[in-house]
């Protein structure tokens, strides 16, 4: 319909706009001086080091948004394909604060680091930076000693971990080189040391200078730290890519055959995805739009399981890009027990399977209520939920829609890992929506003041409940939420399908396997 695509071609232009804050990093001046210094800006680097024509899969461009520090982070990281390998690839953003890292570059790298290692990653990471971001080190010092700890762990794990350095590699962020595998200097750029010249001079005395208290020439040729050095970035990226090309890297499943695209035209999302939540949409026709079509390979689109039962809960077997998946969708958004019984059984089957499940939100929870609190709502909801936590095949997330209460949950939401979790600009995730949420705590003023014996100040309620429904409302929103990394970014709907294929193309490098050890239900 015309008033649902254009609401959505909407919030996809401010979506684009926030994209755009990322992008432009410190803005026109820094990028600007960094290539009057000869340097390549971080997305470029990425560009030159990925395979040329392929994608770039980049994760929580919007991190920090609706804080005080530029939306992105400082760094950009992504899975890219260097050398037909799958990457996991950081590259600090020398443009904003020197590369500096604030708490959100931090819980960014941390979230990356988390992806390479569930899927299996090689990581490589492009180093510029200036270290802790100091006026908030408090924040950043102690928890991120984690970022070196992870990298040796990954190495540990056979998950190579490579290391380009094009400029400031100081104090802690120093070990980002020492900790991985193979590490690569660019000539009279790469500064890698403990301390510089004025903290040297300041703990010991001794007169220095940057080259040779950590320069590339020193590292390759005096310390050992740099295993290769390079004459300039370009340089730096080549011997990237044929230190990627020699690692003998083997992926666990073979890439599927031929597949046919979807039935129906992915643009036609955006026709189908009301503005207002409260107006329901048949999730059958985003997986028609999602999913492979018909082909010799793939019989149907999609093979429904009980589609008789528990009908606000859509469950079902389809391909996406050749690859087997298990959908669980919201249909009419509530969720009753018959609901989660149904999902409890299908998560079991795929772990039968070893088939990877898709979660499409659109839930505004579990249904309440005196017959459904009888009939076991509760029990039934911590079944559907201990099914999903304990199932081990890769799991993920799409928000379509609203994402309330314990629906957010019980379909995986980001506190249940799933590998991947995506949001739609359309989404909104909270507690509960923001009218109930304000009414209930109206309510519960009310009863407390009539406990007291107080009268009830009604004109402080309605202000209290308009201030409370409108910051409810904005934190319930998509970047807000993506700005705290409660997802790894907000997509095109349209792009659904392409996202979702390098994510099930990506957990192929681990082998996949279901469970048949769950919690004790109690049916
Ligand atoms: N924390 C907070 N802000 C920092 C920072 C840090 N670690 N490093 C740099 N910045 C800020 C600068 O204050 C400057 O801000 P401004 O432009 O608003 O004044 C901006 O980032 C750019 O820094 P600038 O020094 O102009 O950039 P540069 O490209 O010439 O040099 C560095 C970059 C990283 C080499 C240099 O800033 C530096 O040495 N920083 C301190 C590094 C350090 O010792 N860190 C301790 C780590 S634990």
């Known amino acids: 319909m015309a008033d649902h695509r254009t609401a959505m071609l909407e919030k996809l232009a401010d979506l684009d706009a926030e994209h755009a804050k990322a992008v432009a990093g410190g803005g026109e001046k820094y990028a600007g001086r960094h290539h009057a210094r000869g340097k390549l800006l971080p997305r470029e680097r990425i560009e030159l080091l990925v395979d040329e024509g392929s994608a770039f899969l980049e994760l929580s461009p919007l991190a920090g948004w609706g804080s005080d520090f530029t939306v992105g982070a400082s760094v950009v990281t992504g899975i890219g394909v260097v050398e037909g390998v799958e990457c996991l690839i950081t590259a600090n953003d020398p443009t904003v604060k020197g590369g500096a890292s604030n708490p959100w570059t931090v819980r960014k790298i941390f979230r990356a680091a988390q992806i390479a290692e569930e899927n299996g990653l090689p990581t490589i990471s492009l180093v510029e930076s200036g270290g802790a971001d100091l006026p908030t080190q408090k924040e950043i010092f102690i928890p991120g000693g984690k970022l070196f700890r992870d990298l040796t762990r990954a190495s540990a794990r056979k998950e190579p971990t490579i290391a380009l350095v094009f400029g400031n590699s100081t104090a802690g962020g120093a070990y980002v080189p020492g900790m991985s595998d193979y590490t690569v200097m660019v000539k009279e750029q790469a500064k890698v040391f403990l301390g510089g010249p004025p903290l040297v001079k300041m703990a010991t005395g ?20 740099a295993d290769y050095l390079a004459e300039d970035e370009l340089d730096a990226i080549r011997i990237g890519r044929r230190i990627v090309a020699r690692l003998n890297w083997q992926k666990a499943t073979a890439a599927p055959s031929a597949y046919a695209e979807p039935d129906e035209d992915p643009d036609s999302l955006l026709d189908l995805i009301p503005a207002d939540l409260k107006e329901p949409f048949d999730p059958r026709e985003v997986i028609r739009r999602l999913c492979d079509g018909v082909s010799p390979t793939n019989g149907a689109v999609f093979d429904e399981f009980k589609p008789l039962y528990g009908t606000s809960l859509v469950t079902g077997w389809a391909k996406l890009h050749g690859r087997p998946i298990g959908i669980l969708a919201n249909a009419q958004g509530v969720l009753f027990s018959e609901e989660a019984q149904k999902a409890t ?55 379509m829609g609203a994402s309330y209460g314990a629906g957010n949950y019980g379909m995986n939401g980001r506190a249940y890992d799933p590998r991947f979790l995506f949001t739609w600009p359309s989404a909104k995730s909270a507690v509960m929506g923001p009218a109930q949420l304000a009414g209930v705590l109206s309510i519960v003023a009310r009863a407390a003041a009539e406990g007291r014996g107080q009268e009830y100040d009604e004109e402080a309620d309605a202000g209290m409940r308009a201030f409370i429904e409108a910051s409810v409302e904005e934190q319930s929103l998509p ?21 979702l294929g390098i994510c099930l193309s990506v957990i192929e490098n681990k082998p996949i396997v279901g469970t048949d050890r769950f919690g004790v239900f109690r049916p």
């Open 206 to 225: 001794e007169e220095s200078d940057d080259e040779s208290l950590g320069g590339a020439e020193m590292h390759a040729r005096t310390s050992g730290l």
């Open 345 to 399: 059984q299908f998560v079991q089957l795929a772990n039968q399977t070893d088939t990877p499940l898709l979660f499409l939100h659109n839930t505004t929870g579990y249904m309440v209520g005196k017959e459904y609190e009888q009939g076991g709502i509760i029990k039934h909801g911590a079944m559907m939920i201990n099914a999903i936590s304990n199932s081990t095949v890769p799991h993920l997330t799409v928000i």
């Open 479 to 499: 970047f807000f939420l993506s700005g705290m990394l409660y997802d790894d970014g907000v997509i095109d709907p349209r792009d659904t399908r392409t996202v």
